[in-house]
């Protein structure tokens, strides 16, 4: 097991596509830094190309390399959030990450915790990755590899086996104006009070 982990680092250094356990469902990724890798996941999950990808990180300094731009007040809403399943909409415009923005000024953004510790370990040797869900649009995301196999076949370059991963998504939430604003429930429940 350790070993595909390893196995996952090189795959997503050279621009290649694993399919891999998130802390939510069965993820597809790739490196934040390859657009040709970004621009495969939206070929083969058949994603509409205005629908920009959740990045998962591993820090709130990790935010520094899109050019996130933050007031006191939301950084300590995602102190008290994160890590969790929790996916934070944030703005950023840098031109390199105009790939996984998808023509928005704004991307996704979820930090993995340590509890998480090969995928933690994983994006803090290699940099953000994407991590959409792994299945075509419109369609149940994996519960299993065998699943994930039959949606991408050899069009990803590694499967790592976790078992089924069975779970509701992440919640994902906006912070405008130092308020949250819920856009999808998910599994971890939030009170906007």
Do not use: C
């Amino acid at each position: 097991m350790k070993s595909d982990w390893i196995k996952a680092e090189k795959v997503l250094e050279n621009g290649g596509l694993v399919v891999l356990p998130t802390d939510t469902l069965y993820g597809l990724t790739a490196s934040v830094l390859s657009k040709k890798a970004v621009e495969k996941i939206y070929k083969i999950k058949e994603r509409d190309k205005s629908k920009p990808l959740i990045i998962l990180i591993h820090s709130l300094e990790d935010l520094n390399k899109f050019g996130v731009k933050m007031s006191k007040e939301q950084s300590e809403i995602l102190r008290k959030i994160w890590p969790g399943k929790v996916t934070i909409e944030l703005e950023h415009s840098l031109k390199k990450f105009s790939h996984i923005r998808a023509n928005h000024n704004y991307s996704g953004f979820r930090m993995i915790g340590e509890k998480n510790k090969n995928l933690f370990d994983l994006i803090k040797k290699v940099g953000p990755i994407v991590a959409p869900s792994a299945n075509k649009e419109g369609f149940t995301p994996a519960e299993t590899i065998k699943e994930a196999k039959y949606y991408f076949g050899d069009e990803v370059d590694l499967y790592i086996n976790a078992g089924r991963k069975v779970g509701e998504p992440s919640t994902l939430i906006r912070v405008k104006n130092n308020k949250v604003e819920i856009l999808r429930q998910g599994k971890v429940k939030i009170n906007v009070k």
